[in-house]
């Protein structure tokens, strides 16, 4: 079965320094790995995909997320985090059955602090 | 475009009412999705349906309905209201059509809380 892991429930940060927030995944099959992003009292919003191709998969707001198929992770990363970047971050997996169904995992809290 | 819109925004019922959640999206597209979400358990999958007439269990469908007679609505119904039911509910949607790795749009989502 799909699956995706957040190890950590929340990643602190201080403004300027470069951020990593971690997933890793079990797949049968290619992985479709997604990055969204859930800010207080809103719904998610989409940051980025892999498909296939380069392993580094550009998003929005400055976000990126190196997908490495030895170590079967997908982390998202920013250069320079902002306090504005403080929200739930979830990554997904497409289910193998073809639809666009989604299995997220549990989410990671981050917190830039100024 | 208004994307996916969700209403209410809050809900409170007593245990034992029903009531639907309504979930529109005006991009046609295919595929809907309805998901709660409660603390530490990220989101957890409960009908979906890959076009009109199709609806299909998600992870935790006990306690829900669906129905999906256009492309457009998508309703979730609690037919006989529980607390363990108290959580947000966010509808989605993709364009489907399968073949394609297409992200979700959200709504806004709906708090329920079941006293």
């Known amino acids: 079965a799909q699956s995706v892991a957040q190890p950590e429930d929340q990643v602190n940060v201080a403004e300027g320094n470069p951020l990593t927030v971690k997933c890793t995944y079990s797949?049968?099959?290619?992985?479709?790995l997604f990055w969204y992003v859930q800010y207080p009292n809103r719904g998610l919003q989409f940051l980025l995909k892999?498909?296939?191709?380069?392993?580094l998969v550009k998003g929005s707001y400055g976000f990126e997320a190196e997908f490495n198929k030895s170590q079967t992770s997908f982390h998202l990363k920013k250069p320079s985090a902002l306090v504005s970047d403080s929200a739930l971050y979830f990554c997904?997996?497409?289910?193998?059955?073809?639809?666009?169904?989604?299995?997220f995992g549990t989410g990671t809290r981050l917190q830039v602090f100024p | 475009n208004a994307g996916v819109t969700q209403t209410p925004k809050f809900q409170v019922l007593k245990t034992g009412q029903s009531m639907t959640l309504q979930c529109a999206q005006d991009?046609?597209?295919?595929?809907m999705s309805w998901y709660r979400q409660d603390p530490g358990m990220g989101l957890r999958l409960i009908h979906y349906?890959?076009?009109?007439?199709?609806?299909d269990q998600g992870e935790v469908p006990n306690g829900y309905n669906v129905s999906r007679s256009t492309t457009e609505d998508f309703p979730l119904r609690l037919l006989s209201a529980a607390p363990s039911q108290t959580s947000v509910y966010f509808c989605?949607?993709?364009?489907?059509?399968?073949?394609?790795?297409?992200?979700?749009?959200f709504g806004p989502g709906t708090r329920l809380t079941v006293l």
């Open positions: 989605a949607s993709s364009l489907g059509a399968g073949g394609q790795y297409n992200e979700q749009f």
């Open positions: 797949v049968s099959g290619n992985p479709y």
């Open positions: 892999y498909i296939t191709g380069d392993n």
């Open positions: 997904a997996v497409r289910d193998s059955r073809g639809t666009d169904k989604l299995i």
């Open positions: 991009m046609n597209h295919e595929y």
């Open positions: 349906s890959v076009g009109a007439g199709i609806t």
